[in-house]
T-cell receptor, first 118, second 115 residues
Framework: EAGVVQSPRYKIIEKKQPVAFWCNPISGHNTLYWYLQNLGQGPELLIRYENEEAVDDSQLPKDRFSAERLKGVDSTLKIQPAELGDSAVYLC????????????????FGPGTRLTVL | AQKITQTQPGMFVQEKEAVTLDCTYDTSDPSYGLFWYKQPSSGEMIFLIYQGSYDQQNATEGRYSLNFQKARKSANLVISASQLGDSAMYFCAMREFTGYSTLTFGKGTMLLVSP
């Protein structure tokens, strides 16, 4: 079974340029997460999707960041325009949530996209 | 307030020895889960072990065990018989189940295993 796929793995851009990251979750997983991981830190949630609905985007800087998951499968995270401080690893994860009762549901992570803004 | 605290930025251990990675957490939710992830240099987060707040016994998964002390709010990861491939960053994380929160991660501990 294929894991979470992310592309590109590495991206170098100049500040003020736009950039987009793509994520394809594990087949059948209805929940998709985008995390930001700064150097020396743990991942921090940017946005969580349940199917195609963004149910938690409170940590997404909406002035420059946007995300979509149009068909409830793969997802794109965009930054426009990028700033120097956006240099980080962007991780995508997916999980299968069954029912409405909160419960343990393992998140499977992709390899991440390492963004460098010059 | 930081919900997950990992006080060890780095740990060294010799191959075949056991090592304990510390994690303390803060929550008022009676229902929560604690997770440990491994992140090798390749960048992918690999799930290792899970402990639920209502679990009576400490979780174990092969060479990994979780020393869960609920009253002290600690969830230390014990790796027995360390291997060179265990060298990586290790993250402790928590989910509060009331209201379906997402994972909150600590800052991680870098483990280096020497021959």
């Amino acid at each position: 079974e294929a894991g979470v796929v992310q592309s590109p793995r590495y991206k170098i851009i100049e500040k003020k340029q736009p950039v987009a990251f793509w994520c394809n979750p594990i087949s059948g997983h209805n929940t998709l997460y985008w995390y930001l991981q700064n150097l020396g830190q743990g991942p921090e949630l940017l946005i969580r999707y349940e199917n195609e609905e963004a149910v938690d985007d409170s940590q997404l800087p909406k002035d420059r960041f946007s995300a979509e998951r149009l068909k409830g499968v793969d997802s794109t995270l965009k930054i426009q325009p990028a700033e120097l401080g956006d240099s980080a690893v962007y991780l995508c994860a997916s999980s299968l949530r069954v029912g409405r009762v909160p419960d343990y549901n393992e998140q499977f992570f992709g390899p991440g996209t390492r963004l460098t803004v010059l | 307030a930081q919900k997950i605290t990992q006080t060890q930025p780095g740990m060294f251990v010799q191959e075949k020895e056991a090592v304990t990675l510390d994690c303390t957490y803060d929550t008022s939710d009676p229902s929560y889960g604690l997770f440990w992830y491994k992140q090798p240099s390749s960048g992918e987060m690999i799930f290792l072990i899970y402990q639920g707040s209502y679990d009576q016994q400490n979780a174990t998964e092969g060479r990994y065990s979780l020393n869960f002390q609920k009253a002290r709010k600690s969830a230390n990861l014990v790796i027995s018989a360390s291997q060179l491939g265990d060298s990586a960053m290790y993250f402790c994380a928590m989910r509060e189940f009331t209201g379906y929160s997402t994972l909150t991660f600590g800052k991680g501990t870098m483990l280096l295993v020497s021959p």
